[in-house]
């Protein structure tokens, strides 16, 4: 992949993380999700690559934009397979909460995994832990190797989860082993990722999430050197149907090279609202500021972008004809 796509899909996160950042608090989450969407859409045809979308807001006929199959780019460029969640977290901007996301993943076509619409379940971890943990392995002996892991107490390991009833005994667990826990209204990609950064205060993400997002963060986490390792859960027979028409067996467990093959992945996301990582989008009279964050695996390269944008001359944050 060009390196310079790094660069071009921060365009894409930022405008619509602005679109999306007009609804927070409004309690209007499918007004924000659209407002993102089309935004994402509209700088996408602006990108130099021939991008096919593997995860994206559903299939052709549940989405009207960013449909999985839908080609973006303008066609010239590499090929490659794409991953976007235009808003992670449309309860949090809703609701005017913590930690949402615009956020693009890509890979080399063919490296990512078409991850069906289904839970799937995670456990994410930063550098330090790679190798040390397990889904196989129980709450407790994870906690204890990331303990050790970090050269920490387990009393200071934090641990992300999503507020569930369905996480009820892994809290319990959590508690029981003396660790402590940030509960989380929505938003795992963003949980997966704070594991890798030290500033977040996270050292786990635990739980059952959406698959698609799994891919997502998963994409983030070979940036950073981190892991991520996840378990489908069809719900019923045809999703356990349509696994296996993938050839996807739900018994294993997946792992980082089966989210995301190869050495080159790329992942963009820029704060909708305020988070431990990224800030927000702020508005100050003719011109929005957004905070993103960019990274690629086969470099390394971790690189926070901080943009000032002219709402007169670029409303939609795209150069108009």
Known sequence: MERSLSMEL????????????RWMG??????????????????????????????????????????????????????VDVAVDPLEGTNIVAAGGWNALAVIAIADKGNLLHAPDMYMDKIAVGPEAVGKVSLDSTITENLLAVAKAKNKDIGD??????NRERHTHIIEE??????????????DVAAAINTAFDETGVDIMFGIGGAPEGVIAAAGLKCLGGELQGRLMPADDEQRERCEKMGI????????DDLVKGDDAIFAATGVTDGELLRGVQFKG?????HSLVMRSKSGTIRFVEGRHSMEKKPLLVMQD
């Open 157 to 162: 390991i934090v641990a992300t989860v999503l």
């Open 249 to 256: 067996d739900v018994s294993k467990i997946l792992y980082m």
């Open 286 to 290: 003719g011109y929005s500021e957004t």
């Open 174 to 187: 959590i508690r029981a082993a003396g660790a402590r826990i940030k509960l989380i209204t929505d938003g």
């Open 26 to 79: 409004r309690g209007l989450k499918n007004e924000a999700d659209d407002a993102a969407t089309t935004a994402m859409r509209n700088v996408f045809d602006t990108i130099p690559m021939q991008g096919i979308v593997v995860i994206g807001e559903g299939e052709m006929d549940e989405a009207p934009m960013l449909y999985i199959g839908e080609e973006l780019g303008t066609g010239q460029g590499p090929e």
């Open 10 to 21: 921060v365009r894409v996160t930022e405008a619509a993380a602005v679109s999306a950042s």
